[in-house]
């Protein structure tokens, strides 16, 4: 059995995720979908709300299984016997990051692979990023991410009203 690892920070998750969970799944006998943790990054939504929201979405998927971690990813990867690690691309600045991602990750586990798999055509533009400034200027994030994941991108911006500084405005207010 090939025991493949998608791992992600999922804040939040998104159409794009969830399409290469779909298509990862066709090719490995198990997908491990982890939720990191501690990120060095803002998060928006915390370790639980994040676990819980992906597992969500993946649950029609059968060979899927959602869990946390932290640490190192091929760390984690070798303690659950992942051969294979899954990540997705999008557009050519993802391809730069990823391949050097992947040959730290082979220099640290030569054993374990890395198989990237190229977004759908219509899930391009789609990055939690995008998806997060979008909802806190008030926009539909409808064709972005499942409704589950909708009502709880709107009830954070409303708790966090107009003032929040967890989401920086790059591009979409100008």
């Known amino acids: 059995m090939v025991r493949a690892l ?4 999922f804040d939040p998750i998104h159409f794009g995720h969830i399409d290469i969970a779909e298509r990862a799944s066709k090719l490995f006998q198990e997908l491990v979908v982890a939720v990191y943790d501690r990120p060095l990054k803002n998060l928006l ?7 819980y929201l992906t597992k969500s979405s993946l649950q029609h998927i059968p060979n899927v ?5 932290s640490g190192l990813t091929v760390k984690f990867a070798q303690q ?9 691309l999008r557009v050519f600045s993802d391809f730069e990051h990823e391949f050097r991602m992947a040959l730290t990750n082979h220099h640290l586990a030569p054993d374990i692979e890395m198989v ?4 759908s055509e ?7 990023t995008t998806v997060r400034e979008v909802a806190s200027l008030g926009g539909d994030t409808s ?8 009502e709880v991108l709107v009830k954070r911006f409303f708790e966090l009203g107009e003032n929040q500084s967890v989401v920086p405005l790059t591009y979409l207010l100008d």
């Open 143 to 150: 064709m972005m991410v499942p409704p589950h994941v909708r």
């Open 6 to 9: 998608f791992p992600g920070t």
């Open 122 to 128: 219509k899930h391009t533009f789609l990055s939690s």
């Open 65 to 69: 299984k959602v869990v946390g971690y």
């Open 80 to 88: 659950i016997e992942a051969k294979v690690l899954v990540r997705g």
């Open 45 to 51: 939504l915390s370790p639980e709300e994040r676990f």
């Open 116 to 119: 990237a798999l190229i977004t």
